[in-house]
């Protein structure tokens, strides 16, 4: 028999007469099979009736960008996701008070410098702070640490080297300004922040028999929930991929002050892991190397995806105030840093 057989007998145990409901399924039990059929219908009417008329190279292009960033992104986000859960699930909250400083503003460049040990885009920090914060780590700490480990990473800094072969600098400028706009972006929000700016997840176990039963709920229930953040970010770049011509780009590579925001936007547009994308910058060949270095500051820390995770995990009114403080700094410190080192 089933598992799904219901075998409710409540009510008068004494009666010979067994209830209407012995024997029978429950009623979810019945609806999903349906349910799993009408969408492998829908998908199999589709495929034959609609892939015919979506054959235009933009919806092609489209197509191929969205699959692309979220295949990208999928392996960090559970990476980030599971060592969320470790944290919440194995790491007593008495750990975080021994390691980081109990001052908040000292904490908040140690959290930064912590983003060396991470390996991972920012798909990846937004869980993992969002476990620190739940386990009682001061929020401007955890945004330095959110900041940080997607842009200062050996992964990163590695790929970097790679793509501008022969210029260490980069790797440099690119390692010392993602730092400091981490760490100042942590310290202005933590003298500016107010307490219902943000939204500190909850620290509510997840029961389960064991430790690695709750991890594992823990770890299910924020990869649905950032999941589908994803997916959002995901749709809106793959679309202003299409919609922005390239041809815009080239008309302004001479420009310095307005080729430097160009690419600052441009970064946030394409939403490229952090793994890659000195390759990208270091294919725009017809921009600066401190606008290039403004592609690389911004995309980690400012993308769409990662606006559509923060507002998700958050709340809208914390992205709509530290998105901006974020872009601002990092346009701000890449022209700092790009004057004096490169």
């Known amino acids: 028999m089933s598992d799904r057989i219901t075998l409710d007998w409540t009510a008068e145990p004494d009666s010979p007469v067994p209830p209407p409901t012995w024997g029978r399924r429950a009623p979810e039990a019945q609806v999903l099979p349906w349910v799993f059929a009408a969408l492998v219908g829908f998908l199999a ?49 008495s750990f975080w008070n021994r390691v980081l400083p109990r001052q908040p503003y000292a904490a908040v460049p140690v959290a930064g410098v912590a983003g060396l040990v991470l390996p991972g885009c920012e798909c990846a920090s937004v869980p993992v702070a969002s ?48 730092l400091a706009v981490a760490v100042l972006a942590g310290w202005i929000w933590q ?17 389960g028999p064991s430790r690695w039963a709750s991890f594992l709920a823990a770890m299910r229930h924020d990869f649905l929930h950032a999941g589908g953040f994803l997916v959002i970010g995901g749709l809106t770049a793959a679309t202003l991929n299409v919609v922005v011509p390239r041809a815009w780009l080239s008309s302004v590579a001479d420009i310095p002050w307005l080729s430097i925001l160009v690419l600052a936007v441009l970064a ?13 910058a270091a294919s725009l060949t017809a921009f600066s190397p401190t606008a290039k270095l403004a592609f690389l500051v ?8 990662l606006i559509a995770l923060q507002a998700g995990t958050f709340g809208r009114g914390f ?24």
Not at 133 to 156: D, E
Not at 326 to 337: C, D, K
């Open 268 to 280: 946030v547009i394409l939403s490229i892991c952090s793994e890659a994308d000195a390759f990208v």
């Open 298 to 305: 911004v995309g980690p820390m400012v993308d769409l995806k």
């Open 191 to 207: 003298l500016l922040g107010r307490p219902g700016w943000l939204r500190i997840p909850s620290s509510a176990a997840y029961d």
């Open 45 to 93: 009417l589709g495929n034959f009736v609609l892939s015919p008329h979506l054959t235009a190279p933009a919806l092609r292009t489209w197509s191929t960008i969205f699959v692309a960033i979220c295949v990208q992104a999928i392996p960090f986000l559970v990476f980030g996701v599971a060592l969320s859960a470790a944290i919440r699930t194995f790491v007593p909250p």
């Open 319 to 342: 992205a709509a105030r530290f998105v901006p403080l974020t872009f601002a700094l990092a346009i701000a410190v890449s022209v700092l840093v790009g004057w004096v080192i490169l």
């Open 131 to 178: 476990g620190l914060m739940s386990r009682g780590v001061t929020p401007a700490a955890a945004l330095a640490f959110l900041l940080a480990s997607p842009a200062i990473n050996p992964v990163v800094l590695v790929a970097t080297a790679v793509a501008f072969p022969g210029q260490p600098l980069m790797v440099v400028a690119r390692f010392a300004a993602s």
